[in-house]
């Protein structure tokens, strides 16, 4: 037997349990015949029990872990020892022990035999909580949630010696929990007093454990715990079904994900995989972080080859490289090209024959496209004409195009670039085979160049974090999100345009206060915020809608298509105009022409004032308090 002591222990325990059950039930006062019955019962009940407790295994676990299935396995095992013992006693000595008896003895020897193996658990937990106390690094911790989340994380702290979170309690909004204890640890109020709490007992970590906890919730949690100066991790919400799998090294720090003003866009990749299963496909762009995340699906769901195009070389090479490490069997070629090229392009598409192209490629910075817009209509417009002429040619069933919403009454040569854009694909798709549909969405989180790196770069140098405006929205969508929509709406035959509806926009100056928050500063007092005002080209708040463009119903989750008016009627003439003056360098001939294609660019900042429901509600306004306000060129020096 691997454990001889234990087993010597619950012989003692047994003989023990059984002389108190006769000192209790006869008051110490044992009578002579059931002194003599003892001399019989007692081996044959440790005979009884030891057996039981053999076949049950309770000698086979780790009692540091002892929890209530062993618990229940202890009792069980206990009962089914009494029982028998009872039976085989009747069968060799007669009757005559006291019922009573046998029931004390049961509860006598399923406490003595329980605690010695849940004692280490508990005192292993005492130590442990002691040695984090002690150690410098330990963080003092509140728990948001007292549900079954809040108490599996908290059973994984208390049972890790190493655990650098010092748990002190839970916050919980059920009234029914207030004041009760969870694994040791009380529930010590609301979560309206989280602040209050965070201050009195110095607590610098905060773990949200409320599986499915609405952004708009979480976004007020950060906003009372602004002046805190305490860190948050939250349980990813891919976890919130997985219960058994929740502990504290699942946790991550709070992204600007978990802060969208809405759910998260959930697909079926059985659709995606039915669109693009077996075809050959081409990506512009993908060295980008739209036109990576497209091939990656695109990968993933089984295309048959897939051909990535990029001037980027060295993003390139890292896109494909992953890619043939993720799927080994798919054909990955990678083509350093110019989409201003149509005889490259040209030589690519007679070589590969793509079915389905998907054109990212792109001059997306608004500020610089400002400064070079005969750049920007070479490559967003004549770019795109060569990419789409190029998928007609070699026969493409569809081409999607990458758009965005600063082609909505643009101010930026970017977004007006754009807008010619799309007119271009409407123009090339009524006249040929190719089904070609443009899709349009604002921002994406974590993309190159995008607000939230910057704002985090900033924060890590200790500030300040610059803000355009106070009043500036955005609309933003995860990478991942995006695409995906992307393929549903440009592969699923909707229309020519596709807009995604990405939500309620979000004020960047509320963005860039949640996430110095969740870096454990107080804004504006740790790390400054500072108003730059709105660089060239910029909008205070973007449309995904034009006035003209009629919104039919969603078509599927998230995914709407607008009837577009239809291009000028005089575009090719335009765009020839336009070309020449890209071609000379002539920028204000460029802008000239790019106001006759698109009559809606001001080339200039957008001063109309923003429609009541496209602005957040005041009550996410920046407190001026804690902010300053310095001209553009001030806040870059």
Same mark, same amino acid.
């Given at each position: 037997?691997?454990?001889?002591?234990?087993?010597?222990?619950?012989?003692?325990?047994?003989?023990?349990?059984?002389?108190?059950?006769?000192?209790?039930?006869?008051?110490?006062h044992?009578?002579?015949?059931?002194?003599?019955?003892?001399?019989?019962?007692?081996?044959?009940?440790?005979?009884?029990?030891?057996?039981?407790?053999?076949?049950?295994r309770?000698?086979?676990?780790?009692?540091?872990m002892?929890?209530?299935?062993?618990?229940?396995?202890?009792?069980?095992?206990?009962?089914?020892?009494?029982?028998l013992?009872?039976?085989?006693?009747?069968?060799?000595?007669?009757p005559?022990?006291?019922?009573?008896?046998?029931?004390?003895e049961?509860?006598?020897?399923?406490?003595?035999?329980?605690?010695?193996?849940?004692?280490?658990?508990?005192?292993?937990?005492w130590l442990?909580?002691?040695y984090?106390?002690?150690?410098?690094?330990?963080?003092?911790?509140?728990?948001v949630?007292?549900?079954?989340?809040?108490?599996l994380?908290a059973?994984?702290?208390?049972?890790?010696?190493?655990?650098?979170?010092?748990?002190?309690?839970?916050?919980?909004?059920?009234?029914?929990?207030?004041?009760?204890?969870l694994?040791?640890?009380?529930?010590l109020?609301?979560?309206? *007093?989280?602040? &209050?709490?965070? @201050?009195?007992? $110095? !607590? =610098?970590?905060?773990?949200?454990?409320?599986?499915?906890l609405?952004?708009?919730?979480?976004?007020?949690?950060?906003?009372?715990?602004?002046?805190?100066?305490?860190?948050?991790?939250i349980?990813?919400?891919?976890?919130?079904?997985?219960?058994?799998?929740?502990?504290?090294?699942?946790?991550?720090?709070?992204?600007?994900?978990?802060?969208?003003?809405?759910?998260?866009?959930?697909?079926?990749?059985?659709?995606i995989?039915?669109?693009?299963s077996?075809?050959?496909?081409?990506?512009?762009?993908?060295?980008?972080?739209i036109?990576? *995340?497209?091939? &990656?699906?695109? @990968?993933?769901? $089984? !295309? =048959?080859?897939l051909?990535l195009?990029?001037?980027?070389?060295?993003?390139?090479?890292?896109?494909?490289?992953r890619?043939?490490e993720?799927?080994?069997?798919?054909r990955?070629?990678a083509?350093?090209?110019?989409?201003?090229?149509?005889?490259?392009?040209?030589?690519l598409g007679e070589?590969?024959?793509?079915?389905l192209?998907?054109?990212?490629?792109?001059?997306?910075?608004?500020?610089?496209?400002e400064?070079?817009?005969?750049?920007?209509?070479?490559?967003?417009v004549?770019?795109?004409?060569?990419?789409?002429?190029?998928a007609?040619?070699?026969?493409?069933?569809?081409?999607?195009?990458?758009?965005?919403?600063?082609?909505?009454?643009?101010?930026?040569?970017?977004?007006?670039t754009?807008?010619?854009a799309?007119?271009?694909?409407?123009?090339?798709?009524?006249?040929?085979?190719?089904?070609?549909?443009?899709v349009r969405?604002?921002?994406?989180?974590?993309?190159?160049?995008?607000?939230?790196?910057?704002?985090?770069?900033?924060?890590?140098?200790?500030?300040?974090?610059?803000?355009?405006?106070?009043?500036?929205t955005?609309?933003f969508?995860?990478?991942?999100?995006?695409v995906?929509?992307?393929?549903?709406?440009?592969?699923?035959?909707?229309?020519?345009l596709?807009?995604?509806?990405?939500?309620?926009?979000?004020?960047?100056?509320?963005?860039?206060?949640?996430l110095?928050?969740?870096?454990?500063?107080?804004p504006?007092?740790?790390?400054?915020i500072?108003?730059?005002?709105?660089?060239?080209?910029?909008?205070?708040?973007?449309?995904?809608l034009?006035?003209?463009?009629?919104?039919?119903s969603?078509?599927?989750?998230?995914?709407?298509?607008?009837?577009?008016?239809a291009?000028?009627?005089?575009?090719?003439?335009?765009l020839?105009?336009?070309?020449?003056?890209?071609?000379?360098?002539?920028?204000?001939?460029?802008?000239?022409?790019?106001?006759?294609?698109?009559?809606?660019?001001?080339?200039?900042?957008?001063?109309r004032?923003?429609?009541?429901s496209?602005?957040?509600?005041?009550?996410?306004?920046?407190?001026?308090?804690?902010?300053?306000?310095?001209?553009?060129?001030q806040?870059?020096?």
């Open positions: 037997m691997r454990y001889p002591s234990m087993l010597a222990f619950d012989a003692l325990a047994t003989a023990c349990a059984f002389a108190a059950a006769l000192a209790i039930r006869f008051d110490s044992v009578p002579g015949w059931v002194a003599a019955q003892t001399r019989v019962a007692v081996p044959l009940l440790i005979l009884v029990r030891l057996s039981v407790t053999a076949a049950t309770l000698y086979r676990w780790s009692f540091r002892s929890g209530l299935a062993e618990g229940v396995r202890v009792v069980s095992a206990t009962a089914a020892g009494t029982g013992f009872v039976v085989a006693l009747h069968q060799v000595a007669p005559g022990l006291p019922r009573s008896i046998y029931v004390l049961f509860f006598l020897s399923a406490s003595l035999m329980g605690g010695v193996r849940f004692i280490p658990r508990f005192a292993m937990a442990d909580e002691q984090r106390r002690g150690s410098n690094g330990a963080l003092r911790t509140i728990i949630g007292a549900g079954g989340a809040a108490d994380l059973r994984d702290i208390l049972r890790s010696r190493e655990s650098r979170y010092d748990l002190i309690g839970y916050v919980d909004d059920a009234k029914t929990k207030l004041g009760l204890s694994n040791g640890k009380p529930v109020g609301t979560i309206a *007093e989280l602040p &209050r709490l965070i @201050a009195e007992r $110095g !607590v =610098s970590m905060v773990l949200l454990a409320i599986t499915h609405p952004a708009a919730r979480l976004r007020e949690i950060l906003r009372m715990c602004e002046s805190s100066k305490a860190s948050f991790k349980i990813p919400a891919s976890f919130a079904q997985m219960d058994e799998r929740i502990s504290a090294a699942i946790l991550h720090d709070l992204s600007p994900e978990d802060l969208l003003p809405r759910d998260a866009i959930a697909f079926d990749d059985r659709e995989r039915k669109l693009v077996g075809r050959r496909a081409m990506v512009t762009g993908a060295g980008g972080s036109g990576g *995340e497209i091939s &990656r699906q695109l @990968a993933m769901n $089984g !295309v =048959s080859e051909v195009v990029d001037m980027n070389e060295n993003e390139l090479y890292l896109k494909t490289r890619l043939q993720d799927c080994p069997e798919l990955v070629h083509e350093v090209a110019d989409i201003r090229e149509p005889d490259r392009l040209g030589r070589r590969y024959r793509p079915q192209v998907f054109h990212a490629a792109a001059h997306k910075h608004v500020p610089l496209m400064d070079a817009p005969e750049e920007a209509v070479k490559n967003n004549f770019g795109t004409m060569n990419v789409a002429r190029m007609i040619a070699c026969g493409a069933e569809r081409l999607v195009f990458i758009s965005t919403d600063k082609a909505v009454r643009p101010t930026s040569v970017m977004g007006a754009k807008r010619i799309e007119f271009v694909i409407r123009d090339l798709d009524r006249a040929s085979k190719t089904k070609m549909t443009a969405f604002g921002n994406v989180l974590g993309s190159a160049g995008s607000v939230v790196p910057i704002f985090k770069q900033q924060i890590e140098r200790g500030g300040p974090v610059t803000v355009t405006h106070p009043d500036c955005r609309y969508m995860t990478i991942p999100e995006a995906g929509l992307v393929l549903l709406a440009g592969l699923g035959g909707y229309g020519d596709c807009v995604l509806d990405m939500g309620e926009p979000i004020k960047i100056a509320q963005l860039a206060r949640n110095i928050t969740m870096a454990g500063y107080v504006g007092q740790d790390i400054p500072v108003f730059s005002g709105l660089r060239p080209g910029e909008k205070l708040y973007e449309e995904l034009t006035e003209e463009e009629e919104e039919t969603e078509v599927r989750n998230r995914i709407l298509v607008a009837r577009s008016p291009p000028p009627s005089d575009l090719p003439e335009r020839k105009e336009l070309r020449a003056s890209a071609s000379t360098g002539d920028r204000d001939g460029v802008l000239d022409a790019i106001r006759r294609v698109v009559p809606t660019y001001t080339g200039g900042r957008s001063t004032p923003a429609p009541v496209k602005i957040p509600s005041r009550n996410e306004d920046v407190d001026l308090n804690v902010v300053e306000f310095r001209p553009a060129q806040a870059r020096s």
